[in-house]
């Protein structure tokens, strides 16, 4: 595709509902990362995949969060059991190597009631 | 702990002046630098990338400078104009390569 495309836009969910979010990342990216961003914060780095290998999930603030990349393109990003805390944008990036410009999607807008 | 700190307070400057912004860093010496925009309800857009061998970095209207000595980074609009007014994010990326951004600084270009 043209960009890096994230779905769904935007997502409300139950407190204690299970969400996930998808990122379809530039054809050909090895590279792929997820962050967190806050109202009026930047983003905050989540995990790291090179192809198909997570390489640093070290930013998932707890194992309620788990991330896929399983055949080294597509990516999910999976919420368990939300909570208010969570609610926040969800950007994901891709890039051709670790090293380079990183293009972001639009994100997806989580909000949790 | 590593730390990124950018002017927390919006920068507020005429159009046709030049707008500076900072980006301090501790605990950390990273081999990039890169600096992206992001306007309201959009993800960054990248806009340079400077590397810890080179001083200064310019692309049309845009100017940066990386001083690894006093772990700071630069990033200079000329010519500022009321389009150039969004968020501006500076991303120190050491060994892992991974982008650690800062909260950025708020620019608004007056008319």
């Known amino acids: 595709g043209a960009g890096v495309s994230q779905s769904p836009r935007y997502k409300v969910a139950k407190r204690g509902q299970d969400v996930a979010l998808r990122c379809d990342p530039i054809?050909?990216?090895?590279?792929l990362f997820w962050y967190q961003q806050a109202l009026g914060q930047g983003p905050e780095f989540l995990t790291y995949f090179q192809n198909e290998a997570q390489l640093d999930k070290s930013g998932l603030p707890s194992d309620r969060f788990f991330a896929e990349r399983p055949e080294g393109s597509v990516s999910t990003l999976k919420i368990q059991r939300t909570q208010q805390e969570d609610s926040a944008v969800y950007l994901c990036a891709s890039s051709t190597r670790g090293n380079t410009e990183a293009f972001f999607g639009q994100g997806t807008r989580l909000t949790v009631v | 702990s590593q730390k990124i700190e950018q002017n927390s307070e919006a920068l507020n400057i005429q159009e046709g002046k030049t707008a500076t912004l900072t980006c301090n860093y501790t605990n950390y010496s990273p081999a990039y630098l890169q600096w992206y925009r992001q306007d309201p309800g959009r993800g960054p857009v990248f806009l340079l990338l400077?590397?810890?061998?080179?001083k200064e970095k310019r692309k049309e209207r845009l100017k940066v400078t990386f001083d690894t000595t006093l772990k700071q980074s630069l990033f200079h609009i000329t010519a500022s104009q009321p389009a150039d007014s969004a968020t501006y994010l500076c991303?120190?990326?050491?060994?892992?390569?991974?982008?650690?951004f800062g909260r950025g600084t708020s620019l608004i270009v007056h008319p």
């Open positions: 400077i590397r810890e061998n080179e």
């Open positions: 054809s050909g990216h090895v590279s």
């Open positions: 991303a120190p990326s050491g060994g892992s390569y991974i982008p650690t």
